[in-house]
């Protein structure tokens, strides 16, 4: 007789058709004229200690997501469930509590810290906040914290333009775990560093996950970046999702020809191995006006008449649980490269 195969553990984060929809305003009166659809409808769930990627163009709506998950932004729809609670519903005392244990890190590593405040003054100002210790622990505490991402303690005394922006992004990883999280969200934290840095961060977020038992929302444009740093990818593309599956499988058999054209623009590192590039045409189009149909049947080459008039559901690809791609193509099969 077989054992019974224990249940999972619940996801740490569930998003369920998550809708970020920002009004358009205009005029003496300021009436809404129009809706810019960011996010429109995205669902997926992260345990603890994955790291989740979500990748795609600029204006795809990766970043809103990210922040719409935080509340940093209040969603039109939807539910983000962390923790066995729906933050998109639960009181400001409540919320206030949880976000102690869901941090971000940001893009840019100068704009998102105060340049009139000292390191030690950022990395207090969240025990600060939530009330916690007194001022002995908190230095004890902040020093701890800068060992940790690779500061000497001496640099608690100074200022963010006395850094470098690996340095500084560093003491931005610092106020981030500060709290003892469970969920980051890694908004492009590698973008603004020279590749010589880039490495050293990213490594640096690893070490922290091992350690910490932390969940990555790691947000990038750079499909090669997210490989490295995540178990699962997202592809979105004006604010939908078109595939989602395991990081290995969307590397070495993207199906959805967007995921393709994304997986032919990464630089191979052999001069002597040819790679054809999948040029795509026209630009991305205005999430103001998106598309009928498929939103990206605009620039694909492989576009149906069905593409233009019916949206293609996220589905489970050839009966793979792992693998959810929202295509009409998608069981041919073809390659756009």
């Excluded at 340095?167 to 999280?181: C, E, F, S, T, V």
């Excluded at 590749?195 to 490594?203: C, F, R």
């Excluded at 052999?270 to 991305?284: E, F, I, N, V």
């Excluded at 103001?288 to 149909?293: E, T, W, Y």
Aim: aromatic share 6%; net charge positive; glycine share 8%.
């Amino acid at each position: 007789m077989n054992a019974p195969i224990p249940p999972q553990n619940p996801p740490l984060l569930s998003v369920i058709d998550l809708k970020m929809h920002f009004p358009v305003r205009g005029g003496v009166l300021k009436k809404t004229k129009g809706t810019i659809y960011a996010l429109d409808g995205i669902s997926f769930t992260v345990r603890e200690g994955e790291t989740l990627g979500i990748v795609g163009e600029s204006g795809c709506g990766k970043t809103t997501a990210g922040r719409t998950i935080l509340r940093l932004y209040p969603p039109t729809s939807g539910s983000v469930i962390f923790e066995g609670k729906d933050l998109a519903r639960i009181p400001k005392k409540i919320l206030r509590e949880t976000r102690r244990r869901m941090q971000m890190i940001f893009q840019d590593p100068f704009e998102s810290l105060d340049a009139r405040q000292t390191v030690y003054e950022i990395l207090e100002e969240p025990f600060l906040i939530h009330g916690m210790g007194n001022p002995t622990e908190r230095k004890e505490k902040i020093h701890q914290l800068l060992d940790t991402v690779g500061l000497q303690k001496s640099a608690a005394s100074l200022f963010p333009h006395e850094f470098s922006g690996g340095q500084r992004q560093r003491i931005g990883i610092a106020r981030a775990i500060a709290l003892n999280p469970r969920l980051i969200v890694c908004d492009e934290p590698v973008s603004a560093l020279d590749v010589s840095i880039q490495s050293q961060i990213l490594n640096l977020l690893i070490e922290l996950q091992r350690e910490r038992g932390l969940s990555y929302l790691f947000i990038s444009h750079n499909l090669a970046v997210v490989k490295y740093m995540s178990e699962s990818i997202i592809v979105m593309y004006l604010g939908k999702i078109v595939e989602h599956a395991p990081a290995e499988l969307i590397y070495q058999n993207p199906v959805h020809p967007y995921t393709q054209a994304l997986i032919s623009a990464i630089p191979v590192p052999d001069p002597t191995r040819k790679r054809r590039r999948a040029l795509l045409s026209g630009d991305l189009p205005s999430p103001r006006n998106p598309p009928a149909g498929c939103r990206f049947h605009t620039r694909c080459p492989l576009v149906l008449d069905q593409c233009r008039r019916e949206e293609p559901l996220l589905r489970c690809h050839e009966g793979d649980p792992d693998r959810r791609v929202a295509c009409h193509r998608s069981t041919e099969g073809i390659k756009i490269w």
